[in-house]
């Protein structure tokens, strides 16, 4: 190998260290926090997987509860809340807890428990019609109103003619009927129900609009 190699090399191992020193720590640094990210992630998703399972673990032994023979919806209750976060375990596990409430006649708890449901996505529309029925039905027309809001569907406008007339409003809640049968087709089993609800008031079904 001819010298001026050598001193190439040694020239170039000079570098490298001077390198090394000058910018060592920060590579240093670089690698630790690059591990940390890693270690960090894995146990992020570690702790999501398990808080998965044990909302899962948690609503079953909910649903086991509702649907037990003769359940018992006080510590039904207790196991349907108890569910936290924002997956779909809570909200699914409150509807079967108001439905259940429903069933044994429990109006006012199974009010309670769809009270609590927010933030449900598509569902929320269902989730407030059936909440403004059972509000309706104990005579809480006025609350029901509020929970329907300013909703324009066929089904709400069902229920806001529900709670209007049990108001003692019959105008409005033909009006409401009116509104709701617009767009509905004619063999639709909602717009039967709807046309004899308005026919009670002395109201008179627009023409449908066929799909």
């Known amino acids: 190998m001819a010298i001026d ?3 190439d090399e040694h020239e170039q191992s000079e570098r ?8 060592g720590a920060a590579v240093l640094s670089g690698i630790v926090l690059a591990l940390a990210l890693i270690y960090g992630w894995k146990a992020w998703q570690q702790h999501r997987r398990q808080q998965s ?7 079953d032994a909910a649903t ?3 649907s037990a023979p003769n359940p018992d919806l006080a510590k039904a209750a207790t ?15 409150q509807l079967q807890l108001a439905h259940a409430q429903v069933a044994a006649g429990k109006l006012d708890d199974a009010i309670a428990s769809l009270r609590k449901v927010h933030d449900a996505g ?24 509020k929970v329907l ?12 003619g529900d709670a209007l007339l049990a ?3 019959p105008e409005l809640a033909r009006d409401a009927w009116q509104k709701a049968l617009v767009g509905l087709d004619v063999a639709s089993p909602q717009r039967k129900l709807i046309e004899l609800k308005l026919a009670d008031v002395g109201g008179t079904a627009p023409n449908a609009e066929h799909a």
């Open 64 to 66: 086991a509860a509702l």
């Open 5 to 7: 190699d050598l001193l």
């Open 167 to 169: 108001a003692g409003k």
């Open 149 to 160: 809001g300013d909703a324009g569907d066929a089904s709400s406008l069902d229920v806001r």
């Open 53 to 59: 399972e044990l909302a899962q673990s948690r609503y």
């Open 16 to 23: 490298v260290r001077k390198w090394l020193k000058d910018n």
């Open 79 to 93: 196991a349907v809340n108890g569910l936290e976060g924002r997956s779909v375990f809570p909200l699914l596990a």
């Open 122 to 145: 598509e569902l929320q529309p269902l989730v407030n019609q059936r909440l403004a029925r059972l509000l309706v039905e104990t005579g809480k027309q006025d609350e029901a109103l």
